[in-house]
């Protein structure tokens, strides 16, 4: 993933690959009175489209930035929704669902991704 705008994911355990468009980041303080951030992607494969809506606990989010030596910005942020929704994806877990909050394991996992990935600085 090069982009957390628009990116391939996939594929599902259905062998379908899926397009991801990013529509929006907010805390969701304003959406649903929740100490978190959320993120709204647009995902679509052939003639089925979703709408998920990513979010993380900002007490997770506050513990994960101080162990990862991280600070909080609005693109490390969208990564991590990015790569929770791809990975949702991949294993079809929670595509249920129109809102996932990510655990605080999979934010370190993922966060360690962010980290080690060969483009990690090119990520957008």
Known sequence: M???RDFEAGPDPFGRKWRVIF???QTAISLRMADAVDAKFM???????MEKVISIR???LLELSAKTR?????PWVCRLCARHLAEMIE?????D?????????????HAAALRT???AAAVR
């Open 2 to 4: 090069e982009n957390y």
């Open 23 to 25: 529509k929006w980041m």
């Open 43 to 49: 995902v679509s494969c052939e003639d089925e489209r």
């Open 58 to 60: 900002h007490p997770d």
């Open 70 to 74: 991280r600070e909080i910005t609005d």
């Open 91 to 95: 294993t079809w877990e929670d595509m």
């Open 97 to 109: 669902k129109d809102l996932v909050t990510i655990p605080p394991a999979a934010l370190a996992r």
């Open 117 to 119: 990935a060969p483009n």
